[in-house]
C-alpha cells in the first residue's frame, strides 16, 4: 500500500523539500535543495495508485482532468501546508507535480533581494516584471511585495491567478483574488473585468497572451500599479518577449508604451548554497531615461550594458550578484561560473 498523501505532504516538509513527484513505475520522489530523491520508505507506484492519489486531491474536478489531460490546483492541507498541484495525463496513466508554498508569507527583507527591490512597492503606477525559469522564486518575491504593500498602504488588491497560491490575509488593504477557470474564465477577460473593479494594484499570475500584455499595458497607462511574472532569463529578453508577441505593425507603439509605463524587471534564479539550502541570484533593471530610450528604439541588446553602468540607480546584472554571492562565501565559484551570462568574466573575478 503506497503511503497516505498527507504522509508524503509532512514528510517532503520535514525534509525542506519543494515538490514531490508521483509517476508510475516510480517511488514518489521529492526535491529537496534543487535534487530529486526517493521519499523514504516509499515503494514505486502502480497506475492505481497516482489515479487513487489523483482523485483524493482533484475531487469533482478529477473527470474534467481525465478528459481534459491535465489541471491545475491549490489545496491547503492539515498543518497549513499549502501546495499548488498539476496532475497531467502520460503514457495512459495520471501524475502528479507537487509544489509545496512557504507556510507564511516571508518578509521582502528576508529574501536577500537586491536593495532597490524594497522600493517597489510603494510606486504608484506601472509594470514591474519578475521574470526567472519555473522554481525560481516568482511567486513567493510577488506574495512578499503585495504583502509589504498590504501592511504599508490603503490600497485595493486585485490578483489573477492559476491557481491561487498564496492566501492573504487583509491588512491596511482590501485583497480579491480571483483564481483563473475558477472566478473567471482566462487572464484576459479577468484583467478586463479588473479594471472596472477600482483597482490600485493588480497582479496578473503570467502574461501569456497578446489581449493580456495590451490590457496591462493599458492598467499601467491609467494610473494602477501592475505586477507580472515572465518566463525569460533576463531583463532584454522579458521586453523582447512582451513585444514580440504583437504583429510587426504594432510592435514600434508597443515600445513606446513599455519605455512609458516599464518601472523595473527583476530576473531570478535559485542556487544551491554551498552550505544547505538555496539562494536566489538576482538580476535588477530599474528602468532608468537611458534605458527607456533603448527601449523606445528598439536597441535591446544594448540593455546590458546599460544595467552594468547604472548601479546607482539600483540596477545589477547577474553576474555581479553571482560575484557577490561568491565573495561572500554563499555560492562556490562552480555555481557562480555554471549560472553565469558571460562565464568568462565571473572566471575572471572569482578566480576560478
Known sequence: MPLPLQELITTARASRGSDIHLVRGLPPRMRVDGVLTDMPGTAPLTAE?????ARLMAGDAYEDMSEIGEADLALTFPGDIRCRINLFR?????????????????????????????TLPSLNRGIVLVTGETGSGKSTTLAA???RINHTANEHIITLEDPIEYIYTPDRCIINQREIGTDTRCYSDGLRA???EDP????????RDLDTIETALTAAETGHLVFATLHT??????????????????????????????MAVLSQQL????EKGRVAACELMMVT?????????????????ALATSASEGSLTMDNCLIQLYRNRTITAETACDAARDSEYVKRNTRF
Open 49 to 53: 495508485d497516482c489515479e487513487a492519489y
Open 289 to 305: 531615461p537611458a534605458i527607456r530610450n533603448l527601449i523606445r528604439e528598439g536597441k535591446t541588446p544594448q540593455i546590458a550594458s
Open 90 to 118: 502520460q503514457q495512459g496513466a495520471v501524475s502528479a507535480a507537487i509544489r509545496l508554498l512557504a507556510e507564511t508569507i516571508p518578509n521582502l527583507d528576508d529574501l536577500g533581494l537586491p536593495p532597490a527591490v524594497q
Open 145 to 147: 511585495m503585495l504583502d
Open 194 to 196: 479588473t479594471l472596472r
Open 233 to 262: 532569463n533576463s531583463a532584454a529578453e522579458a521586453i523582447d518577449r512582451m513585444v514580440d508577441v504583437f504583429p510587426e505593425g504594432r510592435q514600434k507603439q508597443i515600445r513606446l508604451q513599455l519605455s512609458t509605463t516599464l
Open 200 to 207: 490600485d494594484v493588480i497582479l496578473i499570475g503570467e502574461m
Open 271 to 274: 542556487l544551491p548554497r554551498k
